[in-house]
């Protein structure tokens, strides 16, 4: 079983690898949102040391990463499902002698990899000739930093596993699937660090899953909190994995259903 | 004339049938209208939590910046409404449907526009027009008889600047028999200009005006209606920068569709 | 009608390597073979002709019609159709044209096809009072009244596919392409459209083409066969005449009422180039090739020497004789 799923994690990373102008274009989408990003929030800090917690070089080292992480946690799997779902392909799914979530969990992980050793690997490296970008010093941290990022991979597959079952009810939901990612880049704290929200919304986004998915990775990437709140980071990812985890459990038992009696 | 009036009976064919289209999911349309404003107000949210914590961004206020914001998403709704092809690459070359709108009498740009049009996407022109009055009136704003014109004027060519590059840019596929994920790309670099040009450094800067000009689609000819001297001259330009870049779009399109045909498989 | 003169199509087709490290290195450099789908095609047709263009996958069929239909443009030679050059003048020429490609649709797919037919109709500039005539007609031809203001999606394959071949001809084109138009279909809907075809040949005298895998369809349609075989056109005749230069001849088989053996027939039937295969003591059968004078012969020989219960005539179908184009040309193993 663990070999198909390896095999499903390769397949997907040699697809990539094939679409040529589809990396290219990948690249130059991350090299110019990260230097534009940074050089936005040099003028916001303007003169100033320290905004929501963060220094001018931290915040750097936030966007830099913040991209970067996006880079592997980020896939389209809802929006392929929805496909395979209006096409009618994933009745033939089905009746494979596998588990349909793993198998688009393991291409997102494939895909995942792929971005994350051809994207940002290099990029990170490319950005930090030109910016003054400081990495984490010790293997304590490196190894933090991962563990969070795995979690924020699952945590964000989860999600959109979520709304690609929802497709299974609606047959059309692009518009959902199209907020619910640019509701992820802004409650994550992609775009904007949840420490620089005011009080309540931070109160209120304590609540909700999406920082888990870029907020706790990198800002543990760039030192700004001590390791204890790291380590309490991490634990509440690994809490919120298993909460989502019971929503998709229903509703994809009820697509099941569903799939069986209605036929799709 | 009678060219004109067949397009134009073309048009609202086209239009009725979009229509018809989504009201078959009625559910999707009011998902996708969500997240059209959902997306418009995101950036609003980032403006106002910025500023939050800062004063001035490079001599700018909020409400200047809020501004330029909601003149940017007019011509920007604009364009996403008569240029939503964002999927042409998996449409149109992946699953072939070029060589249907290669054996149709009408041009195949204005074919693949015409079946991609989404006219849902007017809203964003009542969300900028909001935004921007709001800002307007906590700027204390005043317009002349004839600023109007200019304003449509404006918004016409900061669509035709989006136009011409996202045409040249979706023309890539041409050359690529594969994926070419031309729509994240898409996705992306609509975001620049809205902010004031000289937060960036030179090189940016440079990009921004001379060679994928967004500026001219926000701030320049939103500086105009603030009444910011120093950038009259770019705001003046606009239309030029509009027409220019549209014919670039338009002359790769067409070396793309070229090339298609030379190649194909 | 259609001139084609020394027709080439090169494709530069990129050589993917093997495994992980070839695929990154395809991301940088890549190995490219050029391949020719087309090599020196020449043909012409008439005006109010049928015919068909048959092939294996990958003989060039699909790269011809792309180019007939001004799709693609030819590397090489020239083509002529109404008088257009399509790569040259196609906003023109595909006014002429109709086409259905049989695996894509045309049709709106969450839509009725009769929007889709409105929407054609102000695309093609089709006259209003003519146009809605003609439609009317191919309503009533194509017998889809009943389901064509259903959306596309609730079609069946054979339901949409009427409908696509009624929008392709919705401008009343000089010319007509069938990219595989009945793939898939079942026989009733099979032979509804070929009717349908046959009819509009006959009274439009409309030039037909089409590209087909389905033996039968070249049956009941058409009396001229396109051949192609790797790019290369290997024949261009009436189907009769194809049976004749691909055909195994014709079969004879003798059912003997007492029980005889191969020498005894080939005694009787002498130095006639003829194979006898025998199936039992009682029943032998004689392949003669296909020629006028020899199957009376030895009709006549072995009746008036043998008693006879059975005869049967047995002449080779077109779906053998294609297999058998494309089995003996199938040493050198084709690209597709």
């Known amino acids: 079983m663990g070999k198909l799923y390896l095999e499903l994690i390769r397949i997907r990373f040699l697809t990539l690898l094939a679409y040529r102008v589809n990396y290219y274009s990948g690249i130059i989408i991350y090299a110019i949102n990260i230097g534009a990003y940074y050089f936005l929030w040099g003028a916001i800090y303007g003169g100033q040391q320290q905004l929501g917690g963060l220094s001018v070089e931290q915040m750097t080292a936030y966007v830099a990463i913040a991209w970067m992480s996006r880079a592997f946690y980020f896939n389209n799997i809802d929006m392929e499902m929805a496909q395979e779902v209006r096409e009618g392909k994933v009745a033939i799914e089905m009746i494979r002698p596998y588990n349909y979530l793993s198998v688009k969990t393991a291409q997102a992980f494939g895909e995942g990899i792929f971005r994350m050793l051809f994207f940002a690997a290099p990029g990170i490296f490319l950005i930090s000739l030109f910016i003054p970008f400081q990495f984490p010093s010790t293997p304590e941290a490196w190894g933090m930093y991962l563990l969070s990022l795995m979690f924020a991979f699952v945590i964000n597959t989860q999600l959109n596993l979520l709304t690609g079952l929802v497709t299974f009810f609606l047959f059309r ?61 991490i634990g509440f990812q690994a809490i919120w994995v298993a909460v989502i985890l019971i929503p998709i459990f229903v509703l994809w038992r009820r697509a099941q259903t569903k799939l069986v009696v209605q036929g799709g | ?65 809020i501004f330029i914001y909601g003149f940017f998403l007019i011509p920007y709704a604009l364009f996403s409404m008569f240029f939503g092809f964002w999927d042409f690459n998996e449409r149109y070359i992946i699953r072939g449907e070029m060589d249907r709108v290669l054996t149709r009498p009408l041009h195949n740009l204005a074919q693949v526009c015409l079946e991609s049009i989404a006219p849902d996407r007017i809203f964003g022109v009542i969300t900028g027009l909001i935004i921007m009055g709001y800002a ?41 028999d594969s994926r070419t994920g031309i ?62 870049f549209f014919s670039i779009g338009l002359v790769v399109w067409n070396w793309g569709v070229r090339k298609y045909s030379g190649a194909g498989s | 009608m259609i001139q084609v003169n020394h027709l080439q199509k090169e494709f530069r087709i ?26 020196d095609l020449s043909f012409s047709v008439e005006e109010g002709e049928m015919f068909a263009l048959i092939g294996e996958n990958g003989a060039g069929k699909s790269t011809t019609i792309k180019m007939l239909t001004g799709i693609l443009n030819p590397s090489g030679g020239e083509i002529v159709i109404n008088g257009f050059v399509p790569q040259k003048q196609r906003e023109d020429y595909v006014r002429s044209i109709g ?94 459209i070929r009717e349908f075809l046959r009819n509009l040949n006959d009274t439009e005298h409309m030039t037909i083409l089409l590209t087909t895998h389905d033996v039968t369809d070249i049956e009941a349609l058409c009396k001229r066969v396109l051949v192609m075989d790797k790019g290369k056109l290997i024949f261009d005749g009436l189907l009769e005449n194809l049976k004749e230069k691909w055909g195994n001849g014709t079969e004879v088989a003798f059912q003997f009422k007492k029980r005889t053996s191969a020498e005894e027939l080939r005694t009787v039937l002498g130095e006639l180039p003829c194979e006898i ?16 004078e020899m199957l009376p012969f030895v009709l006549s020989t072995v009746m008036a020497s043998f008693d006879i219960s059975d005869v049967k005539i047995m002449e080779a179908s077109t779906e053998d004789i294609v297999r058998n184009i494309y089995s003996t040309d199938s040493e050198v193993v084709s690209h597709g």
């Open chain 3, 14 to 39: 990129h050589q993917a390597r093997a495994g992980l490290g070839g695929a990154f290195r395809d991301l940088f450099s890549r190995e490219y073979k050029t391949v020719k789908a087309v090599d």
């Open chain 1, 173 to 233: 939901n692009d518009g959902m699937m199209r907020a619910k990612r640019v509701v992820v880049d802004l409650l994550s704290g992609l775009v904007l660090p949840i420490s620089f929200f005011p009080g309540w919304a931070q109160t209120l986004m304590g609540y909700l899953p999406f920082q888990a998915i870029n907020y706790y990775p990198s800002v543990i990437f760039t030192g700004a909190i001590p390791a204890s709140r790291a380590w309490q980071m």
């Open chain 3, 99 to 192: 086409v259905v490609f049989g695996q894509r649709s045309q049709l709106w797919w969450d839509l009725s096809p009769l929007e889709s037919f409105r929407l054609l109709k102000s695309v093609y500039k089709v006259e209003e009072h003519e146009g809605q005539r003609w439609l009317d007609r191919l309503i009533e031809e194509l017998d889809i009244g009943s389901f064509v203001s259903q959306p596309v999606r609730k079609l069946s394959l054979g339901q949409r596919m009427r409908c696509e071949v009624a929008a392709a001809l919705i401008h009343k084109p000089r010319l007509l392409f069938l990219d595989e138009p009945t793939v898939g279909l079942d026989v009733l809907v099979k032979q509804k």
């Open chain 2, 136 to 176: 307007a009136i906590q700027l204390d704003l005043s317009f002349t008889w004839y600023d109007p014109f200019l304003f449509v004027g404006l918004v016409v060519s900061g669509m035709l600047i989006y136009g011409g590059v996202y045409t040249a840019i979706a023309a890539i596929s041409f050359f690529s």
């Open chain 2, 183 to 244: 729509s994240p790309m898409i996705w992306n670099i609509q975001q620049y200009g809205r902010y004031p040009v000289d937060v960036y450094n030179k090189v940016i800067r440079f990009v921004l005006t001379y060679v994928l000009p967004f500026a001219f689609v926000g701030v320049y000819p939103a500086a105009y209606f603030l009444r910011k001297e120093t950038w009259y001259a770019y705001a003046a330009f606009t239309p030029v920068v509009g027409i220019v």
């Open chain 3, 277 to 292: 295969i025998r199936e039992n003591d009682f029943a032998l059968r004689v392949k003669v090739s296909r020629s006028q």
């Open chain 2, 1 to 65: 004339m009678g060219e004109i009036k067949h397009v134009l009976g073309i048009f609202a064919t086209y239009l009725g049938q979009y229509f018809k289209t989504r009201l078959a999911y009625r559910t999707d349309f009011f998902g996708e209208l969500v997240s059209n404003l959902i997306n418009e107000l995101i950036n609003l949210v980032f403006i106002v939590v910025v500023f939050q914590h800062v004063p001035l961004l490079n001599d700018w206020t909020r409400d200047e910046i």
